[in-house]
């Protein structure tokens, strides 16, 4: 019995701690923690969520099907595991053809049926309901519904407006005015509306929106997690990972290092919270001349206003070098992302 007990103990642990793990971003401490749990007990309901949000990340979105599934299977009663179910099937449908999306469609919205008044759910159907573009016989309730929620939890705004912006601009601008009223959420409502008008190609108020958010985070107090020297050995290591074939290419391209972009590059429609920066001409072919106005910014206190810890900071410096040195070699942010270096 007590030997059962430290089980189901430390079973729960790990599965707090990978659970901690996703929610931040930190997916390989995640698959540890998964593994761990999965030498205790594969079957359990909430070792096969955590398996399911994991293959979701990797973009498997068939396979946390399954896994959602059985977890329901298992525990009729789980949300984690309904919302999950429906999750899944709504990265589907974003890929399929028009008959095979609307029946996943009716399917996650069948599934979510049971959960009526869960944040989690009403977002994944507000999700649904974006992929056909509005056109659904169900979307102004859910729409209304996911309004009244946010008029009570405003900081569900922040996620809903992204999903359905690009359908009904004018609902996603009055749920993040709704978000914007509150203090704590101001800065990342305003953020958010700049995407939603720079995703319609409306500059000004892009512009406008953004120029604020430079405004807010200039007074928000972010930890230093590396004095510049450090910082700056961070963003050499990176370069000094590159194959030397490519290195020699970047020889006249001056990398610069700043805390965020500055008010300059704000009104010229840089998005003030960019980790990194390219600007110049891409490299137009192989042996071509390296144009002398070409720069890569990286932008240190964005970077560390994203970062839990060193060892974070140092990956997000790799990972942003080597973004933005893609776009010196003439990838566009497609191609960049199929790289893994979104």
């Known amino acids: 019995m007590l030997r059962a007990m430290a089980r189901q103990q430390r079973l729960q642990t790990l599965l707090e701690r990978g659970i901690e793990a996703l ?31 994991l293959s979701l990340v ?8 399954q896994r959602f599934r059985d977890a329901l299977a298992a525990a009729p009663g789980s949300v984690g595991a309904r919302v999950g179910v429906a999750k899944a099937l709504l990265h589907q449908l974003q890929d399929d053809e028009d008959a095979e999306a609307r029946r996943r469609a009716e399917e996650a919205l069948a599934v979510l ?20 573009d509005g056109e659904h016989p169900d979307a102004a309730a859910i729409l209304e519904e996911m309004g009244a929620a946010i008029e009570e939890f405003p900081a569900l705004a922040l996620d809903g407006a992204a999903v359905i912006a690009h359908f009904d601009q004018a609902r996603a601008l009055r749920w993040l005015a709704r978000a914007e009223r509150e203090d704590e959420l101001r800065a990342d409502a305003l953020y958010e509306v700049g995407c939603v008008h720079a995703d319609a190609e409306e500059q000004g108020p892009q512009v406008a929106a953004w120029r604020k958010v430079w405004e807010l985070d200039g007074e928000e107090d972010v930890p230093e997690l590396a004095d510049a020297d450090v910082f700056e050995e961070m963003a050499q290591g990176a370069l000094d990972e590159l194959p030397a074939s490519l290195t020699e ?7 610069l290092i700043d805390d965020r972009p500055s008010l300059d590059m704000v ?15 891409p490299m137009p072919a192989e042996h071509a001349e390296v144009p002398t106005l070409t720069h890569i910014h990286i932008f240190k206190r964005n970077l560390e206003r994203t970062c839990a810890d060193l060892e974070e900071l140092e990956e997000q ?16 942010e497609d191609e960049v992302a199929e790289l893994g270096l979104e």
């Open 23 to 53: 929610n931040l971003g930190d997916f390989e401490a995640a698959e540890t923690a998964l593994e761990q749990c999965q030498r205790i007990d594969r079957k359990h309901p909430e070792v096969m969520i955590l398996d399911g949000e």
């Open 58 to 65: 990797a973009g498997e979105p068939g396979e946390a099907e």
């Open 113 to 132: 049926a049971p959960l009526a008044g869960e944040a989690d759910a009403l977002l994944v159907r507000v999700g649904v309901i974006a992929s056909l």
């Open 249 to 255: 290419r970047l020889e006249r391209v001056a990398i």
């Open 267 to 281: 009104q010229e429609g840089v998005d003030p919270r960019s980790l990194g920066l390219f600007t110049g001409t």
């Open 317 to 332: 410096v790799r990972v942003t070098v080597w973004h933005e040195t893609a776009h010196f070699f003439g990838l566009d």
